[in-house]
């Protein structure tokens, strides 16, 4: 089984996301990160390798880039920056610090789903398949 990391304040979009992962073909457990304190935590912990990050910008202690800027993203998993945050520099930092990709949250019920089953898809199977070839 896959392991992603949702980094992710809101309890709304935190079971909505879990409900795109639930109904994926990509089959994952989520361990979520209310905080970039917390977040940063789990990526230096030796026991939890995440296949997968999805990152909202705006979480307490750390904001998402500030955990790009930490982690540095180009040396892990896919990052997928999953914000509400429709701001160009952000955008461009977060590409620039190793992001994989940015994706404005969608305000419809199903356009998020889609979102999110989306970015699994793109991100998770190729590297998946990658593994399984290695």
Not at 65 to 92: C, D, H, M, W
Not at 105 to 116: E, G, I, M, R
Request: aromatic share 8%.
């Amino acid at each position: 089984m896959l392991h992603v990391l949702l980094v992710e304040d809101n309890s709304a979009d935190v079971l909505l996301v879990r409900e795109a992962i639930r109904t994926s073909p990509v089959k994952a457990d989520v361990l979520i990160a209310y905080d970039g304190e917390q977040a940063l935590r789990f990526l230096t912990d030796f026991n939890f390798k995440p296949d997968f990050i999805l990152l909202d910008l705006n979480v307490p202690k750390f904001d998402g880039i500030q955990i790009l800027e930490r982690y540095r993203a180009n040396q892990g998993p896919p990052v997928v920056v999953f914000t509400s945050s429709v701001n160009p520099y952000e955008r461009k930092r977060a590409l620039e610090l190793g992001a994989s990709e940015y994706i404005v949250k969608p305000t419809s019920l199903d356009a998020f789903l889609q979102a999110v089953r989306g970015a699994l898809e793109r991100w998770i199977k190729p590297a998946a398949n990658a593994a399984e070839g290695a």
